[in-house]
C-alpha cells in the first residue's frame, strides 16, 4: 500500500496491477506480464505505446520551448498550428479552439461559454442544458453534473442545481424500451420526451443539449436508427444548441474521424481530448462554431477579457504532440483503417450473442460491450457490478485489458492501430473469459 489515493477507486482497495511499460497495443506489469490492452488505456491511446516519431516530436518541442501560456494573446507556433489543423477537420462552421488539459475541463469551458453566450446574444435566461441518462461528460464539479451516472453524484450533493441541467432518456434500446416497442417507436418516444421537457422549462430557458455520439462510459450504447435525426429536429425547431462530446468517439473511433461524421451531425460546440493526443500527454479542445465566438466577441472586448483560462491552456508539449499525432492519423489513414478493422471486430463480437451470459452486444467500429445477464429471454440482470468485475479479471488473466461499467457491462475499446489478428486474439481470451464467467456464476448460484 502506498501513499496514493487512488481516482474512480474504491478507497480501501490496494494497489490492483502496476503496470510498467508499453509497446505498441500492449502493456507489461512489474511481473513481465503482458497484456492487450483491451480498452485503449482510458478509451485514449489511440497510437498505442511508444510511438518514436510522437517522442521525438515531444523531444524537439521539450528542447524548443518547454512552456508558454495564452493568456492575453499570447501565443506560440504550436498550438496555433494545432488550431488550425483541428478547425480545418471538425464539421462545424468556422470553427474556434480553446485548448485545455481533459475532456472534464473542455466540457466546463463549453459550460461557461454557453452562459456568455446566452448573456452576450441577449438572452441571459438561456442558460439550462439538457443531458442524458447514462451519459458520461467528465468528474469536475460542472461536467460531473452533466454526467448522468449515480456514482459520480453521489456523495457530492451533484448535480449543483445553478447549473441548470435537465435530463432526458438514454438512447438505450435493449434497457430502456417498453415491452413490445420497436426500435422506431423507441426513438420517437424519446423524441417527444424531450420535446415535453423543453415545452415545459420553457424553450428560451435553454441553451443546449450535450451528447455522446456513442456513449461510452455509462455502457457504449449504441444509438438505434434515426435516433440523431429525430433529437436534433427537435433541437432545431427550439433553437437549442448541439454539444457534441466527442472525448471518445473522436478522431476514429467509429470509422470516421468524429462521431459526428458517422452520424452527419452538425455541432455548434464540441469538446475533444483522449486520442487528440493519443494520450502521450493531456490534452483537450473545446471547440465552438465562428457565430458563437462572434458574438461573445463584443461584450468581452467591452469587459476587457474573456475571464477563463487555464495555466496549461496550449501547452506547447501537448501542442506539438497532438499535432504530430493528427499528421499521423492523416498521413496513415488511421481512421479508414479503423473502419476495416472495425467491421471486423463488429463481426467478431456479434458472433458472443449467442453465449448463454450475454444479453447484449454492442459494438461500432472499434468501440463494443456485452451486457452479462442472468436469463437471456427476460433480459434479467445480475445485481451489483460482481459478474462484470469477475469477466474483466478472468480476461486480465488471460491477458487481455477490458473494463467492467454498470450494470454488468464489459467495455472494449482498443487502440486503433491493432490489426486483425489483434481482434481474434482479444476475441479468443474474451471468450475464455466469459466460459469462466459462466462457471463463476453457476457455481455461485446466480443463475
Ligand atoms: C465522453 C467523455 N467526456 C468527457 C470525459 C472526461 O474526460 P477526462 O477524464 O479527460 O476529464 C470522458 C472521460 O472518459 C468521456 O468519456
Known amino acids: ?34 497484456y492487450l490492452e483491451g ?8 497510437l498505442g505505446y511508444g510511438n518514436e516519431e510522437v517522442i521525438e516530436a515531444a523531444t524537439r518541442q521539450m528542447r524548443e520551448l ?15 498550428e494545432l488550431a488550425d489543423k483541428l478547425a480545418a477537420m471538425v464539421p462545424m ?10 475532456g472534464s475541463d473542455a466540457n466546463d469551458t463549453l459550460m461557461k461559454l454557453v452562459r456568455y453566450y446566452a448573456e452576450a446574444s441577449g438572452q441571459p435566461q438561456r442558460t439550462k442544458i439538457i443531458a442524458r441518462e447514462k451519459g458520461y461528460h467528465g468528474v469536475t ?4 453534473s452533466l454526467t448522468g451516472l449515480a456514482p459520480n453524484h453521489a456523495h457530492f ?24 416497442e420497436s426500435e422506431a417507436d423507441f426513438v420517437a418516444r424519446r423524441a417527444r420526451e424531450l420535446e415535453a421537457l423543453i415545452l415545459a422549462e420553457g424553450p428560451d430557458t435553454i441553451a443546449a443539449m450535450i451528447a455522446e455520439p456513442v456513449n461510452g462510459a455509462g455502457g457504449v450504447i449504441i444509438p438505434p436508427e434515426g435516433y440523431f435525426e429525430a433529437i436534433t429536429a427537435v433541437l432545431e425547431r427550439y433553437g437549442i444548441v448541439l454539444w457534441d462530446d466527442e472525448v471518445i468517439c473522436g478522431f476514429g473511433r467509429l470509422g470516421t474521424a468524429f462521431g459526428a461524421d458517422r452520424y452527419q ?46 495555466t496549461y491552456s496550449g501547452h506547447p508539449l501537448g501542442c506539438a504532440i497532438a499535432s ?14 479503423a473502419a476495416t478493422v472495425g467491421a471486423y471486430m463488429e463481426q467478431q463480437l456479434q458472433r458472443f450473442a449467442d453465449h448463454p451470459l450475454v444479453g447484449e452486444v454492442s459494438v461500432m467500429a472499434m468501440i463494443g460491450a456485452l451486457e452479462l445477464v442472468a436469463d437471456k429471454d427476460s433480459k434479467r440482470a445480475f445485481e451489483g457490478m460482481k459478474v462484470g468485475q469477475y469477466c474483466a479479471k478472468a480476461a486480465e488473466d488471460n491477458g487481455l485489458i477490458i473494463r467492467p461499467l454498470g450494470g454488468n457491462r464489459v467495455a472494449l475499446c482498443p487502440p486503433l492501430i491493432i490489426n486483425e489478428g489483434h481482434v481474434d486474439e482479444i476475441t479468443n481470451k474474451l471468450g475464455r473469459a466469459l466460459d469462466a464467467t459462466l462457471d463463476f456464476v453457476t457455481a455461485e448460484g446466480l443463475i
Not at 518547454?66 to 496555433?80: C, E, N, R
Open 93 to 102: 462552421s468556422d470553427a474556434r479552439v480553446f485548448l485545455g488539459n481533459s
Open 39 to 46: 480498452m485503449a488505456g482510458l478509451w485514449c491511446t489511440a
Open 141 to 144: 464539479v460542472a461536467s460531473a
Open 66 to 80: 518547454s512552456f508558454g501560456h495564452m493568456f492575453g494573446g499570447k501565443t506560440h507556433p504550436a498550438a496555433m
Open 324 to 337: 504530430k499525432v493528427l499528421d499521423i492519423y492523416q498521413r496513415d489513414r488511421v481512421f479508414e483503417h
Open 265 to 310: 451531425l452538425r455541432p455548434q460546440m464540441m469538446a475533444c481530448a483522449k486520442a487528440l493526443s493519443s494520450a502521450y500527454v493531456p490534452v483537450s479542445a473545446a471547440i465552438v462554431s465562428g457565430d458563437i465566438v462572434d458574438a461573445i466577441a463584443g461584450p468581452a472586448a467591452e469587459l476587457g477579457v474573456f475571464g477563463h483560462g487555464y
Open 157 to 180: 450533493q451533484l448535480p449543483f442545481d445553478a447549473l441548470g441541467v435537465l435530463r432526458t432518456g438514454a438512447p438505450h434500446y435493449y434497457r430502456c424500451a417498453e415491452p413490445g
Open 1 to 34: 500500500m502506498t501513499a496514493m489515493l487512488y481516482p474512480s477507486t474504491n478507497p480501501a482497495a490496494t494497489e490492483a496491477m502496476v503496470v510498467t511499460h508499453g509497446e505498441g497495443p500492449y502493456i507489461y506489469d512489474n511481473k513481465g506480464k503482458q
